[in-house]
């Protein structure tokens, strides 16, 4: 670490105002004070400079720049009074900050996960007036979502800007994600994750340090600090008032506070963060002190929080008016110039709101496009028995994952345990980082969220992600990324993006698991659109659905049952390495007459028990193997249901709200008039899973459980 550089200053200075010809004007106030802020201080040399660093032109373009962003966010406020666009989140206040560091950026070469106030940034990476209009009033040409977002949320494939999530924090892990496949290459690029002071506050912010730094990646965490998040002042916030202090245990991220209302005080920081991160010596948490000149959102009122001198006192902390008026002392602008521009800047906004409002808007047809891969995935499922040695479940998954690491270099396997002799808890990964290395199969931190969330941005970078969760019952500090990350990342892109990747998960019962080690998950995610989710039942499907998941284009969420893990019965022969199942594609285990057992997991195991003993009553039973609960192959089922003309759904999971509810209700609505009994369910109780035996046991369903129901069903 270098000697800390710091400078203070106290000036005045003034200007004239010039109103716009609607809305709050573009951003000149009658006086600009600037009293006591902090030019910078770093934990790294940094050389002040001044408007002499810099070729007029360039100057010029930025200032454009962020009398572009300050009028855009006039002209959209102006758009809602008049009905026209449905929210908005101002960037005024932060442009300078933005402006400087979008000036050492390269779209297409660097990477920007961003946050929802980042306007100036977007328009510094090519963004135009159209576009932003287009995203207001979210017509169907929007190039960052097509109308699926609201406005202010960015994303574009070719610029590298990762779609943006309302959920705050939900960008850090990304961006982590993308930095670990940058360092993969010999690449310079160097990734832009920028935040509110606010989201400093979320766990994912802490995460994504450790993780940052941990590993030397070149990640910029720019943190704009307006002093509010919301309502929220960042003395409520923040230990120490300031992220800049938070930032600070974390060996290996440096740090630097700046006064980001003024440009070339933050050009001078970040351009010295810059040359450090793109040398590969490691990540940067900046935070620019900046100023929020308008409420929150469209939908906030700040004059119920904030006083008035303290709102008049912001305008006198004005980047832009700052801006200008050192330009003009420079003897870069002049008046006439200033008038010049500033006309072109609203003529420039009108003609673009004028135009956007003429395209058309997203059709109700297009709904529900891009919520999964649409192409051809080319893979071919036509395949003989398996013939190989008989197999264990694990060993089935272990070798799907070297046969597909051997046969892809992009697929990387990471999660808690996994690497090294060890191989995970349940020793799926093992061998993998001797034969592959330890920058192909390595541990992460105990951390569920760092784990997804850096598997999005890997796979944004064309990697292949193949991350485990070390008990299902422990995926949930991580649903702020599967949820508002990973599901709608194609759907909120427009098809722009995609996110696959194989989030592998041990969950079930039956193992003396207690309350956090047996919980099913399956209904759950199987609630959200973007997931796929398979959960084989014996040894040959675990390897050919594992070896297809891998080789699909959506996230997958692969479920496999720890106690079929060395289970005698889930055994079976090993199929060849060209062996892969479709998904949405049900197994008929057994043929029967009589009564039509849907099921799937463990509870196959179970049902076929119960149907040999009923076998032996008279009573031909007829199971059904789900193998994938999204796609669901309801053809199968109803094929079935048809010809047994009875239905018993079994799973493991709680009965209540549970998977097999879903099934019922299908089979309710289509096949009514082909049943001749109720359906009936066998499922596990309302109840969490206790430690003792006797305790499981009296939850979870068993063989007499299902054979009661089928009896029941037989004798209608």
Not at 260 to 284: N, Q
Not at 388 to 403: C, K, S, W, Y
Not at 503 to 519: E, T, W
Not at 563 to 592: T, W
């Amino acid at each position: 670490m270098t000697i800390a550089a710091e400078m203070t200053v106290k000036t005045k200075e003034k200007n004239n105002t010039v109103e716009s010809t609607d809305g709050i004007g573009i951003g000149i106030t009658s006086d600009i004070e600037t009293v006591g802020r902090v030019p910078f201080k770093a934990d790294f040399h940094v050389e002040p400079m001044g408007p002499s660093d810099f070729e007029p032109d360039v100057l010029l373009r930025v200032y454009r720049t962020m009398l572009l962003s300050r009028r855009l966010d006039e002209k959209m406020l102006n758009l809602l009074k008049q009905g026209k666009g449905f929210f908005h989140i101002g960037c005024a206040g932060h442009e300078a900050a933005q402006a400087a560091i979008g000036l050492l950026s390269r779209p297409g070469h660097d990477w920007f996960s961003m946050y929802y106030r980042d306007l100036t940034m977007h328009l510094m990476l090519g963004a135009d007036a159209r576009e932003i209009m287009l995203l207001h009033l979210a017509k169907a040409t929007d190039p960052n979502s097509g109308g699926r977002q609201m406005s202010e949320h960015y994303g574009n494939s070719e610029r590298h800007i990762l779609t943006v999530s309302s959920s705050v924090g939900s960008q850090f892990l990304p961006a982590v994600g993308v930095g670990l496949g940058l360092r993969r290459t010999e690449s310079d690029a160097y990734v832009y994750c920028s935040c509110g002071d606010g989201a400093t506050s979320q766990g994912d912010f802490h995460e994504a340090l450790n993780w940052a730094a941990r590993s030397n990646l070149p990640v910029l965490f720019l943190v704009q600090d307006n002093g509010y998040a919301i309502s929220v002042p960042v003395h409520d916030q923040t230990a120490g008032g300031t992220a800049y202090k938070l930032a600070r245990g974390y060996e290996g991220l440096e740090r630097a506070l700046v006064d980001g209302t003024d440009f070339f005080h933050t050009y001078a920081v970040a351009s010295a963060a810059m040359k450090r991160i793109r040398a590969g010596e490691g990540p940067v948490c900046l935070v620019a002190d900046v100023v929020r000149i308008l409420p929150h959102s469209s939908s906030d009122n700040h004059a119920k929080y904030r006083t008035p001198e303290e709102l008049e006192a912001v305008k006198k902390d004005d980047p832009i008016a700052l801006f200008e008026r050192q330009l003009l002392d420079a003897g870069i602008l002049t008046e006439q110039l200033t008038e010049e521009i500033r006309s072109e800047v609203v003529k420039d906004v009108n003609q673009a709101a004028e135009w956007a409002n003429e395209q058309p808007d997203p059709t109700p047809e297009s709904a529900l496009e891009h919520v999964y891969f649409e192409g051809d995935l080319g893979l071919e499922f036509e395949h003989s028995e398996p013939a190989g040695e008989p197999i264990v479940v694990v060993d089935a998954i272990n070798h799907a994952l070297q046969e597909e690491m051997e046969r892809n270099s992009d697929i990387i396997v990471y999660g808690e345990d996994v690497a090294g002799g060890k191989g995970g808890v349940f020793t799926a990964t093992r061998t993998l980082t001797d034969r592959f290395g330890i920058d192909r199969c390595f541990n992460a931190p105990l951390a569920e969220a760092s784990i997804i969330g850096t598997a999005v941005g890997l796979a944004c970078l064309g990697y292949k992600p193949v991350v485990e969760i070390q008990f299902g019952d422990y995926i949930w500090p991580a649903m702020q990324m599967l949820r508002n990350q990973v599901a709608s990342f194609r759907y909120r892109s427009n098809g722009d993006f995609g996110c696959p990747m194989v989030i592998r998960v041990p969950i079930g019962g039956y193992i003396h698991g207690g309350l956090c080690h047996s919980q099913n998950i399956e209904s759950i995610f199987g609630h959200m659109p973007g997931f796929l989710i398979a959960m084989p039942s014996n040894a040959a499907d675990a390897k050919g659905l594992l070896k297809t998941a891998i080789r699909m284009e959506d996230p997958i969420i692969f479920l496999e049952h720890k106690a079929l893990y060395r289970s005698a019965a889930a055994r079976s022969p090993e199929p060849d390495e060209n062996y892969l199942i479709e998904f949405g594609k049900a197994n008929i285990v057994r043929d029967g007459t009589d009564i039509t057992i849907i099921t799937y997991g463990m509870m196959v195991h179970k049902s076929v028990a119960a149907a040999r003993q009923l076998e032996t009553e008279g009573i031909s039973v007829e199971i059904i193997d789900l193998r994938t609960i999204v796609p669901l192959d309801s053809e199968t089922i109803m094929e079935s249901v048809r010809k047994t003309n009875k239905a018993l759904v079994v799973y493991e999971d709680h009965e209540f709200v549970g998977f097999g509810a879903e099934i019922v209700a299908q089979i309710a609505d289509t096949g009514f008039g082909y049943l001749d009994a109720p359906i009936l369910r066998v499922a596990g109780a309302f109840s969490p899973i206790g430690f003792a035996d006797n305790l499981e046991q009296a939850v979870l369903p068993n063989d007499e459980d299902i054979l009661e129901a089928a009896r029941k069903l037989a004798s209608y």
